[in-house]
């Protein structure tokens, strides 16, 4: 997704520019060219030399504007995107207000490549009227805000005003090149208004109090679609199994953990009339165990034949759920007659559309990075060809918003 990308990382003075060399290896790593820019107040944290030798290029600096004829023009033109991180408030101010007295600045009022933007600061500056109306605006012209989390600060307390992590900000980045490769003219609110509720992971079924009946299922799937509606300006509330809620998030995706299927019914039928689309990404078990030991089952000696499990069988949550309060999704894996199966879905369990996936192929679908998706309605089919699932979410995103307003009509 980021192979042969140019991007240009801007750095400004917080003290959580010490992740940034990280973030630029990354970056690298999946394949991107890289160059930086740094304001004055951001050498304080941490020095040009470290990115000149991970960039293996010249970093443009107030000191060091010469390292082309005209260089914030140069590196403006160069940039497919350009990341802000992290930025401070006061950049945040003059990039709204369009000043530039820094070549970092300069360079992006004169680029026209997107730019994503990952505020760093005091809680009460973030919190601050003035910071808030800077932000909105730089929304409204399309820039991609990927908004702090909340967290214990350097100033020692806990508030919003943190850098997302290393992943966490990756992640967006690929998101963003991937909505703008596949939505040219989608803005960076192309969803706002909306409000997803999103199921991910492979439940756990308790035995006793130390085993359980689970299944391959990762969540990475309903993690990248959470990640992709929320940096495309909805409103998203994520039900995970402990294994997907410690997937790199952005923050701002509103997580609940569950364990067992009883659980995740639970929370999706107190909620899902509350959002306008329902996705069970979830790798949901069809059965539990009808009787959970209070104390761990010892092994049975004696006995030559084995160990029985009672199973019952779990709620359908999806079929349950009344499409008439909402666009429903649901998943389906599928090992043969993938289309003939998720039809017979999208009909048995009356959903608005199915996303199949072939589990028998290796290198797509449970636990991979990748996925190669058929979307299915009452309108037709779409083959999504194998990427990765970050691209994919954004695919289903932009197929579900075709299909929402086709059945809002
Ligand atoms: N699902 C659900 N509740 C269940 C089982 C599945 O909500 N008890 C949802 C899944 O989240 C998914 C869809 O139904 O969105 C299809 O899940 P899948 O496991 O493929 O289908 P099943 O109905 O379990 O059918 P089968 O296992 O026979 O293929």
């Known amino acids: 997704m980021l192979a042969n990308q140019n991007i240009l990382v801007v750095v400004t003075g917080g003290i959580a520019a010490y992740k940034i060399p990280n973030v630029v290896r990354q970056l690298i790593k999946k394949g991107a060219s890289v160059r930086v820019a740094m304001t004055k107040t951001a050498e304080k944290f941490i020095t040009a030399e470290t990115f000149r030798v991970l960039t293996k290029e010249p970093v443009l600096t107030d000191d060091n504007y010469q390292i082309s004829p005209v260089a914030h023009i140069n590196l403006a033109d160069w940039s497919d995107l350009v990341v802000v991180t992290p930025a401070t408030a006061n950049t945040i101010a003059k990039l709204d207000e369009g ?21 760093a600061m005091n809680h009460n500056m973030w919190q601050n009227k003035r910071t808030q109306r800077h932000i909105k605006n730089l929304k409204d012209d399309g820039v991609w805000v990927v908004e702090p989390e909340t967290g214990f600060l350097a100033e020692g307390y806990e508030g919003k005003g943190r850098l997302p992590d290393i992943d966490q900000q990756v992640k967006a980045i690929e998101l963003v090149t991937e909505a703008i490769a596949q939505f040219p003219p989608l803005s960076s609110s192309g969803l706002k208004g909306f409000s997803f509720l999103i199921s991910a992971g492979g439940t756990h079924e308790a035995i006793d109090p130390v085993r359980f009946l689970t299944n391959k299922s990762s969540g990475k799937m309903g993690v990248a679609l959470s990640n992709a509606a929320r940096l495309l300006g909805a409103t998203v509330k994520l039900i995970a ?40 990404a979830a790798a949901v078990s069809d059965y539990r165990v009808a009787h959970y030991s209070n ?6 000696h004696q006995e030559k034949s084995g160990f029985q499990l009672d199973l019952m069988t779990n709620p359908d949550i999806l079929a349950s759920i009344d499409n008439r309060q909402c666009y429903k999704v649901g998943f389906a894996a599928e090992s043969i007659d993938i289309i003939k199966y998720a039809k017979d879905k999208l009909n048995k369990k009356s959903a608005d559309m199915i996303v199949a996936n072939d589990i028998s192929k290796k290198e797509s679908g449970f636990n991979s990075d990748d996925n190669e998706v058929i979307i299915i309605t009452e309108n037709g089919e779409h083959f999504i060809d194998r990427n990765k699932k970050e691209a994919i979410a954004i695919s289903v995103l932009k197929v579900i918003m075709e299909e929402y307003h086709k059945k809002a009509k």
């Open 241 to 280: 199994t402990p294994e997907a809620a410690v997937l790199p998030k952005l923050p701002e995706v509103k997580t609940t953990v569950i364990e067992s299927a009883i659980q995740l019914n639970d929370a999706i039928q107190n909620e899902y009339k509350n959002y306008d689309v329902v996705i069970m």
């Open 295 to 300: 104390q761990k089952i010892k092994k049975q």
């Open 99 to 119: 000043i530039a007295d820094n070549e970092a600045l300069s360079t992006l009022l004169a680029t026209t490549a997107p730019v994503v933007v990952f505020p």
